[in-house]
């Protein structure tokens, strides 16, 4: 298996997993609309020749705060295709993907997804830090990862997405 940067022959490759890992076009439709914003990070799990698995970073913002010396990233979605799903891949996507966030400047990483998993790449409750989400969700499932220590020094409070994942049917 082979972690890449997303190229542009892969856009339906990438569709293609996102709707049949989630058995729904949501997050397909999300990552399409997603992809031409600025400082968006899009990875690719591939197996012989073949797009088996896929993770979006995108920019959050903060609710009065000031983050423009400090770019935070949202994960999500990340996708595997059923058939190589528990084989490491998702995790892998995740690694290299936090890695590829430190390496092109962003100073944390927010997820909303199952504390026990994300727990074992340092994802903290983002409540620890002063931050919640700007979506109802369950207790300990908006989390948050520092990659650069002092980056969330001056954030806090309401933790805003881009407005695609609001207007994405």
């Given at each position: 298996?082979?972690?890449?940067?997303?190229?542009?022959?892969?856009?339906?490759?990438?569709?293609?997993?996102?709707?049949?890992?989630?058995?729904?076009?949501?997050?397909?439709?999300?990552?399409?609309?997603?992809?031409?914003?600025?400082?968006?990070?899009?990875?690719?799990?591939?197996?012989?020749?073949?797009?088996?698995?896929?993770?979006?970073?995108?920019?959050?913002?903060?609710?009065?705060?000031?983050?423009?010396?400090?770019?935070?990233?949202?994960?999500?979605?990340v996708a595997v295709l059923p058939d190589?799903?528990?084989?490491?891949?998702?995790?892998?996507?995740?690694?290299?993907?936090?890695?590829?966030?430190?390496?092109?400047?962003?100073?944390?990483?927010?997820?909303?997804?199952?504390?026990?998993?994300?727990?074992?790449?340092?994802?903290?409750?983002?409540?620890?830090?002063?931050?919640?989400?700007?979506?109802?969700?369950?207790?300990?499932?908006?989390?948050?990862?520092?990659?650069?220590?002092?980056?969330?020094?001056?954030?806090?409070?309401?933790?805003?997405?881009?407005?695609?994942?609001?207007?994405?049917?």
């Amino acid at each position: 298996m082979m972690i890449r940067a997303e190229h542009l022959a892969d856009l339906e490759s990438v569709y293609q997993v996102n709707a049949i890992a989630f058995g729904r076009e949501h997050e397909a439709k999300l990552v399409a609309r997603l992809r031409g914003l600025l400082h968006t990070l899009s990875l690719v799990a591939v197996v012989r020749d073949a797009i088996v698995g896929h993770i979006f970073f995108s920019p959050v913002t903060f609710e009065d705060v000031d983050t423009q010396n400090s770019m935070v990233l949202g994960l999500g979605p990340v996708a595997v295709l059923p058939d190589h799903q528990h084989q490491g891949i998702g995790t892998q996507l995740i690694r290299q993907g936090i890695e590829q966030c430190r390496q092109i400047g962003s100073g944390a990483v927010v997820v909303l997804g199952d504390p026990r998993f994300y727990a074992r790449f340092g994802f903290i409750p983002a409540e620890e830090r002063a931050l919640r989400c700007e979506y109802t969700v369950p207790e300990g499932a908006f989390r948050v990862l520092e990659l650069k220590p002092g980056a969330l020094e001056n954030c806090w409070g309401l933790v805003r997405y881009c407005p695609e994942f609001a207007d994405c049917e």
